[in-house]
C-alpha cells in the first residue's frame, strides 16, 4: 500500500518586513563636533610637542650658523648660557626728613623797639640796616603793651577791640629783619591788660566775686583799671592766641612781660573758682603750657622780670618770695635806673651784686639762659660798665638794650 498524501496547509506563508532605520539627525551632529574638538585638541598637542623638541635644536642650529656666517669654527662653537638680569636692588622707603632746630645764637645785643614808622617795607628795612650797622643781632619789638593795645594786624585781638588804628604787618617785619640778619624778637604784655576785660568779661577779675563787675587796682577816679584774670580760662587763651599769631609770623624769640597778678591792695579781688590752686601754681602752670605751645612752632618763649622780683619775689605778684620755683628755661632780668640820694641816675649797686646770685638760683631750677635788660634813663658810664662786668661774671651773654 502506498503512503496517502499528507496535505499541505491551506495558511499563506508568513513574509518578514525589513525596514531601513530612522534617525532624527540629532546623533549624526553630535558625533561630527566631537570629530571636529578631537582633531582640534589633536593639533594643539602636536604642536606643543614639536615647539618643545624643535627650539632647542633652532637654537643650536642658529648659533652654528651665526658661527659659520662669522668665520668661527663650527665644530668648537658652543651656545652661549643665558644670562640672567642682575637682581634689581629693592626700592627703600624714603627716610624721614631730619628737621633741624633754628640756630639760636647764646651771645647776642638786642634792640628794644616799637612798631611806629614800620608802616612800609622802606621803613622797615632801614630801621634794620640801622640795628645791624650798629651791631644788634635781635631787635624786640613790642607787638602788645601793658596798655592793652595790639600794634600789629591781630586776628586774635580784633575779637575783643584791641587792634590799634596804626597797626603794621608783622610777617613782613619779621621777614625783613630777617633779610638783613637781624632776628626778629616779639614782646607782649599778659595779663596787665585793661582793654579785654571789658569786651570779654569772663576774662577779667571780677570785683568781690561777682560775676561781670570788674574790679580795678585803683579808684576810678585815680584812674584804676581792670586786669585780665590769670585764672580765667579765657584769659589765658586770649594770650596764647596773640603769643602764637607772632611765632607762626617768623618771631623765633617770644618775650612775655606781666605774667602776674596785680599785687597791692587784693582783698576785693575775685578770681572765679580756683579750684584750691595757689596763686604761684597758676602762674606756674600757665608759663609752661605757653613755652610747650610755642616750643611747638619753633619758638623760645622768654619771661620778663624786674631785678628785684627775681631777687625777692612778691607774694601779692607772683604767689610767691622765690620765683626760681616757676621752672623757667629762659629769663629776662630788667633793671632800671634810679636816682641815688645824691640825684645821680644810676642803677641799683644791690642789684648789680645780686646778678650771680639770681642766676645761680634760677640754674638751679631749669634755667638755661638769661637775658639782661637795661632801660630807663641814661646813666653814666661808669655806672653802665658796673652792670655790664657783673652780668659778664654771672655768666649772663645776652644783653637787651631799652
Request: proline share 4%; net charge negative.
Amino acid at each position: 500500500m502506498g503512503r496517502k498524501p499528507v496535505k499541505l496547509s491551506s495558511k499563506k506563508p508568513i513574509k518578514v518586513k525589513r525596514y531601513k532605520r530612522s534617525f532624527s539627525g540629532s546623533g549624526d551632529r553630535r558625533n561630527w563636533w566631537r570629530g571636529v574638538i578631537g582633531f582640534g585638541i589633536f593639533l594643539i598637542v602636536l604642536f606643543g610637542v614639536g615647539w618643545l623638541v624643535a627650539k632647542p635644536g633652532l637654537d643650536i642650529a642658529s648659533t652654528m650658523w651665526y658661527n659659520w656666517k662669522n668665520g668661527g669654527d663650527v665644530s668648537s662653537s658652543q651656545v652661549e648660557p643665558e644670562v640672567l638680569p642682575e637682581s634689581q636692588p629693592q626700592p627703600q622707603e624714603p627716610e624721614e626728613p631730619v628737621v633741624e632746630e633754628p640756630v639760636r645764637l647764646t651771645q647776642g645785643k638786642w634792640q628794644s623797639l616799637t612798631t611806629q614808622g614800620m608802616d612800609s617795607e622802606e621803613n622797615i628795612r632801614a630801621v634794620a640796616k640801622s640795628c645791624a650797622q650798629q651791631g644788634y643781632t635781635h631787635a624786640l619789638i613790642t607787638f602788645k603793651d601793658d596798655s592793652g593795645k595790639v600794634y600789629y594786624n591781630s586776628a586774635a585781638a580784633q575779637s575783643v577791640a584791641a587792634v590799634a588804628e596804626n597797626s603794621v604787618d608783622a610777617a613782613l617785619i619779621a621777614r625783613v629783619f630777617t633779610e638783613e640778619g637781624v632776628v626778629p624778637c616779639a614782646q607782649i604784655s599778659a595779663f596787665k591788660d585793661p582793654i579785654a576785660p571789658y569786651s570779654d568779661r569772663s576774662a577779667a577779675i571780677w570785683y568781690q566775686n561777682q560775676e561781670g563787675f570788674l574790679w580795678l587796682d585803683n579808684a576810678a577816679e585815680k584812674g584804676g583799671k581792670p586786669w585780665l584774670n590769670p585764672y580765667a580760662a579765657s584769659a589765658q587763651k586770649y594770650i596764647t592766641d596773640v603769643a602764637t599769631e607772632l611765632a607762626k609770623s617768623g618771631y623765633t624769640e617770644i618775650v612775655v612781660d606781666n605774667l602776674r597778678f596785680p599785687g597791692g591792695y587784693l582783698a576785693s579781688a575775685g578770681y572765679g573758682a580756683t579750684n584750691g590752686i595757689t596763686t604761684a601754681d597758676v602762674l606756674k602752670n600757665y608759663a609752661a603750657s605757653l613755652q610747650q605751645t610755642l616750643a611747638q612752632i619753633g619758638s623760645t618763649c622768654w619771661f620778663n622780670y624786674s631785678a628785684q622780683g627775681l631777687i625777692s619775689g612778691n607774694e601779692g605778684a607772683y604767689g610767691t618770695t622765690d620765683l626760681s620755683i616757676f621752672n623757667l628755661p629762659s629769663v629776662v632780668m630788667t633793671i632800671s635806673t634810679t636816682q641815688n640820694t645824691a640825684g645821680e641816675t644810676a642803677f641799683a649797686e644791690d642789684e648789680i651784686s645780686a646778678f650771680s646770685t639770681v642766676f645761680q638760683k634760677l640754674s638751679q631750677n631749669n634755667t638755661k639762659e638769661i637775658a639782661l635788660r637795661i632801660e630807663g634813663t641814661a646813666a653814666d658810664s661808669a655806672s653802665l660798665q658796673s652792670v655790664l662786668n657783673a652780668a659778664s661774671n654771672a655768666g649772663i651773654t645776652q644783653i637787651i638794650y631799652s
